[in-house]
């Protein structure tokens, strides 16, 4: 190590006490942004997992020009058998995919005796709802079975709104395509609780056959694709895009990001206080910093100047308060780091409960999740601050008066 | 008077490769109507004024006076370490105070070795550390030759086998013959030295004195140093008298 690192580094821990304030404001500062990125990254995958194992799934496949059109034009966009057996085919070829199944979007009204409660009913294959539904509660009775070909589930709201109990004999009414009634007998088999009181509500889930058989249409609306791994939502989207034009079909992509809007408000509103607290932390360590370096630098007037007096130029003697400043940054910044990933594991350990977030219907145990671009933007923001800090007092200390400081000295 | 490097005597104080990095040959110094003020109208406060004198090369020269009379003003300003108000100071014929700053440093980095009143040694260095810390500077010696340097003049200040102590395990003696050391190793032109043994008891004073000497005599280094010692004084080839910022009187 050359004699000038040594010196810079010895500098470092040359008072003590200095030392120590100043590495924990460095330290403490540091670990609060990995803290506090932790706590809301675990909120953003919280909501990310909901909304992909709750309701979106990865991705979406409609007819091309759905997203658009679909509510004013619902016929227009639906996707023949043959078509969505070829799509679901090409997707299960991808490795990628754990899973693809159909779905049928719809409104109706359903009746329980004598009362009668509007529902958005969603058609799904039972043997899979299982596995596009695990963020899906169920609170009461069962899930839909292969074998119970009219047996529905309601959400926490619907059900309460209908006054249904499990095993209640229902009645779903709604307009086909070409505008005529039609109804379906069909049984409450459970109750669930997706987080979302809205889809709560409102939503009613019943099976692929029996939705068919109401709208009189077998055409699928959308094909919902579950991956093995949330980032390669991108590349899958890029490769099945690829594989529909060359088998020309006519179908257009959503991922789960562009559908799952309440996600995406949360992660703007809490990206925001993250750069506010990044703002807070910078200007605090900067601060302390400052003040430590001016310390320092008071202390060592008379050493500095005999230091220039020797006839070290403003430059090198700059680069090596500059150095010290770097090496205080470094190290106060891996002490942050340390203790931001111990504080991380001990506060997941115990947990964080949280009240139900608004619009949804359930409170949540959360932790601190250790993301490791955030571990390295705390780092590299403690490390700027520090030698940012030290710029103004390193710059005094190379303009200081030699005579008047060695006669002070 | 030998020529610069020369051996007079048995003892040389740096070894051989210090020779090719010495930066001029012994100089002269010429101060004309230097004075030195300080604060601005009504308060402002004449430390130093209208002295004129010249140091021959290789001189040994004391500046003695009383405690305020000028002699730390006039080594600072003679060191290019405070900028005079009046007059004009030349090393070798070049007016000092028309360099830049950065040629200025240089200047004191290559030419100047300082030995100063309070030790000014850094606490957090080891006594050899101490040493190197300036020659790191300069890019024309390089490690190897650094490192047999600063072995060589902490032997030369009796200082061998000490290298590796820290300034608060050296004794006060100890501690302004590693300044001494430090001020040496350059192989400056000129040496100066501000109340070098105020801090020394009296055998400790006169030895670096001596050692200052010794160096003059084998290297041809200018020396100027400021004390109030009549002992010490009595050992400089000449003496400037100051009082009250005034030069008194010259002894050849």
Known sequence: MSLLLRLALRNVFRNYLRSVVTLFVIGAGCAALIVNAGVVFNIFRELREDAIWGRYAHLQVYRRGYSQGHRAEPERYLIPPAEARRLIALARADPRIAHATRRREFSGMVSVGSRYTAFLGVGVEPEMDGEFSRHTELRLGQPLTVGDAYGVLAGMGLAQKMGADTGAELRLITTTGTGAFNAVHARLLGVFEGGFKDYDDWTLKAPLGAVEQLLMDDRTEQVVLLLRRTDDAPAVRASLERAFAQEGLDLEIRSWDQLALFHNQVVSLFGRELDVLRLIVCVIVILGIANAVSMSIVDRQFELAATRAMGVGARPLAGLLMTEALLTGLIGAALGVAAGVGIAWAVSQVGIAYPSPPGSTRPFRGGVDLVPHEILTAFSLSVAATVLAAVPPAWRAVRLRIAPALRRG | MPKTGEARGGVHLLPGPVEATRAAAPAQIRLEQVGRTYGAGEATRRVLGDVTFTVPARAFVAIAGPSGSGKTT???????????????????????????????????????????????????????????????????????????????????????????????????????????????????????????????????????????????????????????????????????????????????
């Open chain 2, 74 to 252: 006039l080594l600072s300003i003679v060191a290019g370490l405070d900028t005079p108000s009046a007059g004009r100071v030349w090393v070798n014929g070049r007016d000092i105070y028309r360099l830049r700053e950065a040629e200025l440093s240089a200047f004191r980095l290559r030419s100047i070795g300082f030995v100063f009143q309070d030790f000014s040694l850094i606490p957090v260095l080891s006594a050899a550390e101490n040493v190197a810390f300036p020659l790191l500077f300069r890019s024309e010696i390089a490690a190897g030759a650094r490192r047999s340097r600063v072995m060589a003049v902490l032997e030369q200040v009796g200082l061998g086998g000490k290298e590796g102590r820290r300034p608060h395990e050296l004794s006060a003696g100890e501690r302004q013959r590693v300044v001494l050391a430090r001020a040496l190793a350059g192989d400056p032109a000129i040496l100066i030295a501000d109340e070098p043994t105020a801090q020394l008891d009296e055998g400790g004073g006169e030895a670096i004195i001596h050692l200052m000497r010794t160096l003059n005599g084998e290297r041809g280094t200018t020396c100027l140093y400021a004390t109030h010692d009549p002992r010490l004084i009595a050992l400089a080839d000449s003496t400037l008298r100051l009082r009250n910022g005034l030069c008194e009187e010259r002894v050849a």
